[in-house]
């Protein structure tokens, strides 16, 4: 009875420990992706009074996705309504936009301007 008892408390104590280093491991991807996410919102030309004016959205999109809202960038040069995506660390982290110093790259778009759509087309260019 004691040795079984024994070997629970070690598969018990194997589970935490493993537990323990799922959630240091998360702690840590999502540190590192604020960081860097930081870094790229500093640095990107497109990063403007909280919103990504990089990326346009329909207007009835501001309902749909948690993340967009009525554009507030000022000078913006979309002439209808429409929405951008708040922008966050994490959003930045995970952003197409390559920063490298000054200069930035943008990976498959055209005219700096990036097409995202779903299923039902909500987005537009």
Request: glycine share 4%.
């Amino acid at each position: 009875m004691a040795t079984e008892l024994e070997e629970l408390q070690k598969r018990v104590d194997k589970i935490e420990k493993q537990k323990n280093q799922e959630v240091l491991s998360l702690v840590e991807i999502l540190s590192n992706a604020t960081f860097f996410g930081e870094m790229k919102k500093s640095n990107c030309n497109f990063s403007r009074n909280g919103q990504c004016s990089f990326f346009i959205l329909k207007h009835n999109v501001k309902n749909k996705i948690p993340i967009a809202s009525v554009c507030h960038i000022e000078n913006c040069e979309e002439p209808r309504l429409h929405c951008h995506i708040e922008l966050s660390n994490i959003t930045c982290a995970l952003c197409e936009i390559s920063n490298i110093g000054p200069i930035q790259t943008v990976s498959n778009t055209n005219k700096n301007k990036s097409k995202l759509e779903n299923k039902s087309g909500e987005y537009i260019q």
